[in-house]
């Protein structure tokens, strides 16, 4: 949701002709039939400007990114946009992330410099790429391997995963009250009869007891989000939500405030220091950017032109849920040999 809302757009003249990013990239990592692909096709429908792609589907740098072709009758030279050219100024999801492995040299531009070059045919031009990209993708064994690190379990390198701000692992673990809420669910879905009423009660249940990821569980964004038992859901529509995130990404310029800025520095400190060690490579700039886009995504969402520093420690709870799903390994210990983000070696490589 913060990627669908973006950041305040930063305007060249405010520093120098720096180009800074404002949209955020999220990688959604994990095991078959979590519905990864129907959260993706509901972001292409509710973006603003979405466009959806499969990886299975035959896709090429040219279709991601820009293609020349020659005209049939007059022979010259044209430009045809790919999807992340379509998607400027809104936000193209990427499923199947891992099939088009061959192809994620040609993302390393657009998804940090927002713009993509092309110098083919005696043109040399530069299009927009002004997008957030949100991509899935399934571990190359079938199942996702604590013990490997994010990058070893999707074959990806590490530059392309630096661009991404948060990075979210799915396992599949058997849970019984989960188990009976999303039965329940889904055959109420294919029959077209509405769940039983006690279906919140166990969904509340089930959260609860599966809260085990390791995360302190008096977080407020979590106990926020928590469905209560009993507690009826109001879905927007979706036409309504595409309405309003266009509103929001128009005419809402948030900017942050003195404690919101102290608390992210302070957060972004303490990783510096926590993760010094010889073999680690520690956090960069990259996530302290990150962190400013996802607190505006924050306020953007609620329509304020203010960050406050209880954005900031929404955003703080997210990033480290993040960071902490990436180091943890098989035996949920953190392991600080890898690298942020989830690139680097695991220990399985290590001599016995």
């Known amino acids: 949701m913060l990627a669908l809302f973006g950041a305040r757009k930063r305007v060249a003249e405010e520093r120098g002709s720096l180009n800074i990013r404002s949209d955020s990239h999220v990688l959604i990592v994990g095991d078959p039939g979590l519905g990864k692909s129907q959260m993706l096709t509901a972001v292409g429908h509710i973006a603003p400007r979405g466009v959806y792609v499969c990886g299975t589907s035959g896709v090429s740098s040219s279709g991601l990114t820009v293609t020349l072709v020659k005209e049939a009758g007059s022979g010259d030279f044209a430009l045809e946009a790919g999807a992340l050219v379509l998607s400027d100024m809104g936000c193209c999801a990427i499923d199947e992330f891992d099939k088009v492995s061959s192809e994620h040299s040609s993302l390393l531009e657009a998804m940090e410099q927002q713009s993509i070059s092309i110098a083919k ?3 040399v031009c530069s299009l927009p790429a002004r997008c957030s990209v949100i991509a899935a993708a399934n571990p190359a064994g079938g199942h996702y391997n ?6 070893e379990n999707l074959k990806i390198n590490s530059a392309l995963l630096s661009r991404f701000d948060l990075i979210f692992i799915l396992l599949d673990r058997p849970n019984a009250d989960m188990d009976r809420f999303l039965s329940e669910h889904v055959m109420a879905l294919h029959s077209g009869t509405r769940p039983s009423g006690n279906s919140g009660a166990h969904f509340a249940a089930a959260a609860a007891a599966g ?14 989000l928590r469905l209560q038992p009993g507690e009826q859901i109001d879905p927007i529509p979706p036409a309504l939500l595409r309405k309003y995130v266009a509103y929001a990404r128009k005419y809402v310029h948030p900017r942050l405030s003195e404690a919101a800025k102290a608390k992210l520095k302070s ?3 303490e990783l510096r220091q926590g993760h010094r060690a010889i073999d680690s490579t520690p956090i960069t700039t990259r996530q302290l950017e990150a962190l400013v886009r996802l607190a505006e995504a924050r306020a953007r969402a609620e329509l304020r032109e203010v960050v406050t520093e209880a954005d900031a420690e929404n955003v703080i709870e997210i990033m480290k849920y993040s960071l902490f799903q990436t180091y943890e390994d098989e035996e ?7 690298s942020q983000m989830g690139t680097g070696t695991s220990r399985t490589s290590d001599i016995k």
């Open 267 to 269: 957060f972004y400190l």
């Open 332 to 338: 949920g210990i953190m392991d600080f040999g890898r």
């Open 211 to 224: 809260d085990n990821s390791g995360v302190d569980a008096s977080t407020n964004i979590r106990q926020w």
């Open 121 to 123: 045919g005696g043109l």
């Open 146 to 151: 604590k013990a490997k690190t994010v990058a």
